[in-house]
């Protein structure tokens, strides 16, 4: 599988979904393709719907008694076009935006897709399940009323 030094964002849709089609997916090849994709606002802005609450990225290690809270183990900021990779191996992580002014637009890609993850309180550790829900689909809020699954 060739990956071109720059790809549009359908091109990044199209080639994910390549790399997931084969039996083996080489995690430094999904890393380097999300890598070639140069941030266009024109190919994302209709997505990109904000909630002011909301976005950094923190790294904490599992809880290791209850009612303690989570040690932050390091702290990294990503700029335009950063790529990372996470998963559970590897520990906790949060998202913010540093800033209380300006919008901040990542893309992730969670392979296998979910519809439950585990939210933790700083302060206690205490986890939570939580139903994974979208602010939009295809460039459209979502309106959950009257909807239990969140779906």
Not at 32 to 55: C, P, Q, T, V
Not at 86 to 95: A, Q, S, Y
């Amino acid at each position: 599988f060739q990956i071109p030094k720059m790809v549009s964002f359908v091109q990044l849709v199209v080639q994910i979904r390549e790399i997931f089609g084969q039996k083996m997916v080489d995690v430094d090849e999904v890393k380097k393709l999300m890598g070639s994709y140069k941030s266009n606002i024109n190919e994302w802005r209709r997505f990109a719907i904000f909630d002011m609450n909301k976005y950094t990225r923190n790294l904490y290690d599992w809880p290791k008694k209850k009612h303690t809270p989570l040690e932050t183990i390091e702290n990294k900021t990503y700029g335009l076009n950063g790529v990372s990779y996470m998963n559970d191996e590897l520990g906790l992580h949060r998202m913010e935006n540093l800033s209380h002014s300006n919008g901040a637009v990542s893309l992730h890609l969670y392979i296998p897709p979910y519809s439950t993850c585990n939210a933790f309180d700083e302060r206690t550790g205490k986890k939570t399940q939580c139903t994974v829900t979208f602010y939009s689909k295809y460039g459209e809020k979502v309106d959950y009323k009257g909807c239990k699954e969140g779906k």
